[in-house]
């Protein structure tokens, strides 16, 4: 389902919304023009190191073995700062990317809070490794937020594996038609709605369209 179309069919059986995070509650989970992350730049101007040289480092290669737990994020921080000839800390780089890659959007908030008000199950399915996921339950406040949190690094599978899918029906105990996953990667909302899945192609800057479509939902929970 395309985000230019204001309705979700089926969605008056959906008992809990999948919210993908980058991209779609983190507004800074989305690439500038240049195709680099404005948390790049950030660690670049502080801490003088090259931050394009960095990410081929970190996310070049292998991605999936680092986002599902098989390999420590900082373990190729302190590789990268070993071979680039730095004393940069790869803790001080993982703070400042994970502080300056987090820009929640306000509108998606509220519109978190008022299902919530409704009772209805909200959870997060990203691709992200496990540390920045604990930052993003922990540090950021998300886990106060919504009812669970299932991120690649934790569960061992990506979006969008079936897999990944799988782990939230299992631990939600709902059939697939029960549940909305709510993404800015139509290759995920695809996998998803093949499974049985309702799903939403989230673009920028797309909440008052996403608020129409989930309508029903906003109007149960305000009863």
Request: glycine share 8%; net charge negative; proline share 4%.
């Amino acid at each position: 389902m395309t985000a230019t179309v204001a309705s979700i069919d089926g969605i008056e059986q959906v008992r809990a919304v999948v919210w993908d995070f980058d991209g779609v509650l983190n507004r800074s989970g989305r690439p500038q023009p240049d195709g680099t992350y404005r948390w790049q730049r950030i660690v670049a101007e502080e801490l003088g190191v090259n931050a394009l040289s960095m990410a081929r480092a970190v996310f070049g290669h292998d991605k999936r073995a680092l986002f599902t737990g098989q390999e420590d994020v900082l373990d190729r921080l302190a590789d990268w700062a070993r071979a680039e000839g730095t004393d940069a800390n790869p803790e001080d780089i993982l703070e400042l990317w994970f502080e300056h890659d987090h820009t929640p959007d306000p509108e998606l908030l509220r519109i978190i809070e008022t299902l919530a008000q409704g009772g209805l199950v909200q959870v997060i399915l990203t691709n992200n490794e496990a540390r920045r996921a604990r930052w993003i339950a922990q540090d950021a406040g998300w886990a106060d937020r919504v009812d669970a949190i299932f991120a690649s690094g934790e569960i061992g599978a990506m979006k969008p594996e079936a897999e990944a899918f799988a782990r939230v029906e299992t631990a939600l105990a709902m059939a697939p038609e029960e549940l909305l996953l709510i993404d800015d990667s139509p290759r995920n909302v695809e996998a998803a709605e093949k499974r049985g899945w309702l799903g939403w192609d989230y673009e920028a800057g797309g909440a008052m369209a996403l608020a129409q479509a989930l309508m029903p939902l906003l109007l149960r929970a305000g009863n």
